[in-house]
């Protein structure tokens, strides 16, 4: 029995050997494997690991009849950088996966098939259940560091018209925003705090490890070699998070409220005026982190300093810097999910029960915790207050 294997093995490596001749006679030794100026290098050697409900199989194609085709994508890894062989790798890598797509059944196939279609559909399943520019920007004003995990954590946004201005003040009041939470006292307060930062970094940290697994064991119909194209689209969102907080905060200093906090700091500069100018500016430096701190993990609800009054503001102008950033952020947030949508369709390698377990599902709930936790501090925001 065991002869039998190593018989029908050395056979399909014999077969494989032959079609490789034959393509080389067929298009020339130079043009079977094309080299290309630009190609992105791996982080680590593909095609070791595959997602597990297919992983034995693929691997067995892989380091089997398809072994010609790694044995030079790992030749070609190890090249040295802008070697002639480091820049075949792309066409080689592409050259392995047909391989190991030549094998797979028609009913296997039809399965990859269709978990790129399901995870061409993952950026709108998720934008569904993602933030909005306008909220997003409006709680980063008041506690970055939170939106910035909930960014990561629900990495797309809710689409809106692109060139469509979005005002982050029109969250406060309104039809269909009556949900409030008043004041929170005492230990509870810390609590629910403490809570919401474990469970914002649970959440990014399942979106930045998920999209680390899927650049690793998947591929590209489009780029092979380019394993940080998932995680790319994850991080991006933040940025688009930065944007749109720079616009709010615009509006915020142009038209502060009454009980803003920055405009205590002259009579703290006034009691101090006894002692060098050097150490008062150290006292107040730490003075300004130590309020940072103490703004950042407050949550909304009992919050002194809240940026807009419910709408007092609602007629005054809005710097058109301001606006300007806001809508760029929303044409950022449409980008963003055309790249994700060309991400997701075209990752190879990955069946149907993989994408939906242990791709989309897992995004699916690190979006519906964010979701959670930023309905929960819009609501303080509209909310009596102190």
């Not at 130079?30 to 409900?53: A, G, H, V």
């Not at 803003?260 to 002692?275: A, E, F």
């Not at 909304?300 to 809005?318: Q, S, V």
Request: net charge positive; with cysteine; charged share 15%.
């Amino acid at each position: 029995m065991v002869s039998l294997l190593k018989w029908i093995v050395a056979a399909a490596a014999v077969i494989q050997k032959a079609k490789a001749d034959f393509d080389m006679n067929l298009y020339g030794p130079y043009d079977y494997y094309t080299s290309n100026p630009i190609t992105p290098r791996p982080w680590p050697d593909q095609f070791e690991t595959f997602f597990p409900n297919n992983n034995r199989m693929l691997t067995n194609f892989s380091t089997g009849i398809c072994n010609l085709t790694l044995r030079d994508y790992r030749a070609a890894f190890r090249a040295p950088p802008g070697s002639i062989e480091a820049r075949k790798m792309l066409s080689i890598c592409n050259r392995h996966e047909a391989c190991i797509y030549g094998q797979l059944v028609p009913s296997v196939a039809l399965n990859y098939q269709g978990a790129s279609i399901f995870l061409g559909l993952a950026p709108y399943i998720l934008s569904t259940l993602g933030p909005t520019v306008a909220e997003l920007s409006l709680l980063s004003v008041h506690r970055p560091f939170l939106s910035f995990l909930i960014s990561l954590g629900a990495p797309v946004s809710t689409p809106t018209r692109v060139f469509d201005f979005d005002d982050p003040r029109d969250l406060l009041s309104g039809k269909g925003r009556n949900l409030a939470i008043g004041r929170i006292a005492g230990w509870l307060a810390i609590l629910i705090s403490a809570v919401q930062y474990v469970l914002a970094g649970l959440a990014a940290t399942n979106v930045i490890s998920t999209m680390i697994a899927v650049g690793q064991k998947t591929t590209l119909a489009w780029a092979c070699t380019t394993q940080f194209a998932p995680l790319l689209w994850a991080v991006l969102a933040s940025f688009v998070a930065v944007v749109a907080m720079a616009g709010t905060l615009m509006i915020k200093w142009t038209y502060p409220s009454g009980d803003c906090r920055y405009g205590k700091t002259s009579t703290y500069v006034g009691r101090h005026t006894n002692i060098g100018y050097a150490p008062r500016l150290i006292a107040l430096f730490w003075r300004n982190i130590g309020q940072a701190l103490r703004s950042e993990i407050t949550i909304c609800a009992n919050r002194n300093d809240r940026a807009f009054g419910h709408g007092r503001e609602k007629h005054t102008k809005l710097p058109k810097l301001a606006v300007f950033l806001h809508i760029a952020a929303g044409c950022m947030s449409f980008v963003l999910f055309l790249f994700g949508t060309a991400v997701f369709s075209a990752l190879q390698l990955v069946t149907f029960i993989d994408a939906f377990a242990r791709i989309i599902a897992r995004l699916i709930a690190s979006s519906v915790i964010c979701r959670l936790i930023l309905i929960f501090e819009l609501a303080g925001l509209r909310g009596a207050g102190p």
